[in-house]
């Protein structure tokens, strides 16, 4: 039997909500395949924790962590906690400090109801985006000077390594050879005449050793016209960090939403666990209330399974995610249902077992 110690930091606003149904479908899933079993263990770190003890999580976190298979993540963010202490001192502090420098978003069309682009379908929108997680716009490079005074200067400074560059992108020449796809790197060497020139350069290197896939590069305003007007030009995409963030969430958008949006935080080297979340943020005007949509938590669940090798249980998800949207049923208000978290939750769960 194949056991997973999976860490659970189900966070701030609706992230415990959307996390309890996450865990209902692995307790489902343990049921189902006698090769598998998970053990959970819950950590309270976020901002509610940040209120209380000045931090957003313990001092020796990413030790406490480290150990762990995986960590399931549910949000961070809430009122009177900045979005730069919430977002740096737990989110990136675990990203970087396990080197999880690939991101990976799928950008995929469930049902032709969800986008509100006309006549594109689930054969239209279908894509991955492979976001670069470690460094570039995200560094946390700078510096801020002459504070309150009239000369006051601000300084941003993305940081681009050959070796951050050059891995995030081999890693997605890798993928799209794998998935015999083509693979589309998204920059803005035009106006970054350091950074972005340098991206696209090892992107030039770096292709020549894939020479069975075909490459497309465009500038992020142009791609993100294309994410809108012809998504169908995108197989799988890789960009910087900033770049990967902004062009994600129109992924989203022209998806269904961010309650449909998952991620995965990836140390391929598996040196350090890997994280997964959804990408909703905390919501915290509906926490509580039983209105979030749980799919992403649950999509972020399949991408899990991918990871521990267990791909048809991942390929079972997502199936049952489309099932549950095509009944219309059980679906929360965002998608124009009336049920609550725990009930789409549940039905879900009830789907899936049914469809093994």
């Given amino acids: 039997m194949k056991k997973h110690k999976i860490a659970l930091i189900p966070g701030d606003g609706i992230g415990p909500e959307v996390v309890a149904e996450g865990v209902k479908v692995l307790k489902a899933i343990e049921q189902a395949d006698e090769n598998l079993s998970f053990e959970f263990t819950e950590f309270p770190w976020g901002c509610e924790y940040y209120l ?11 030790e406490q962590l480290k150990d762990f298979d995986v960590i399931y993540l549910g949000a961070v963010g809430y009122p009177g906690v900045p979005d730069h202490i919430s977002l740096w001192d737990l989110l990136l502090k675990i990203r970087k400090g396990f080197d999880q420098y690939v991101n990976l978003r799928p950008v995929t069309l469930l049902n032709p109801s969800l986008t509100p682009l006309k006549n594109k379908t689930e054969k239209d929108i279908d894509f991955l985006v492979i976001r670069e997680n470690s460094e570039g716009e995200y560094a946390g490079a700078g510096d801020w000077l002459f504070k309150g005074k009239p000369e006051e200067v601000a300084l941003q400074t993305g940081v681009f390594s050959r070796k951050g560059t050059e891995r995030i992108i081999r890693y997605a020449f890798e993928e799209a050879r794998k998935r015999k796809k083509t693979l589309t790197s998204i920059s803005k060497a035009n106006a970054l005449n350091y950074s972005m020139v340098f991206w696209d350069e090892v992107f030039e290197e770096v292709s020549k ?7 497309y590069s465009y500038l992020v305003d142009a791609a993100s016209m294309f994410f809108v007007m012809q998504p169908e030009r995108f197989e799988i995409v890789v960009t910087s960090n900033l770049f990967g963030d902004i062009l994600t969430d129109i992924g989203a958008a022209i998806t269904g939403g961010m309650g449909l949006a998952t991620g995965a935080n990836i140390n391929p080297d598996r040196e350090f666990p890997s994280m997964f979340e959804p990408v909703h943020g905390s919501a915290p005007d509906i926490s509580g209330k039983g209105l ?7 999509w972020s669940i399949a991408q899990m399974m991918d990871f521990f090798g267990e791909e048809e249980w991942g390929k079972q998800i997502v199936t049952t995610i489309k099932k549950l949207i095509d009944e219309g049923e059980q679906l929360t208000p965002d998608l124009g249902g009336k049920a609550s978290t725990e009930e789409l939750g ?3 769960t009830n789907l899936l077992i049914e469809g093994l």
């Fill in 292 to 298: 979030a949509n749980p799919i992403a938590a649950i």
């Fill in 346 to 348: 549940s039905h879900f």
């Fill in 52 to 62: 209380e003890n000045g931090k957003m999580m313990d001092e020796d976190g990413l």
């Fill in 209 to 215: 050793e894939y020479p069975d896939v075909g490459t």
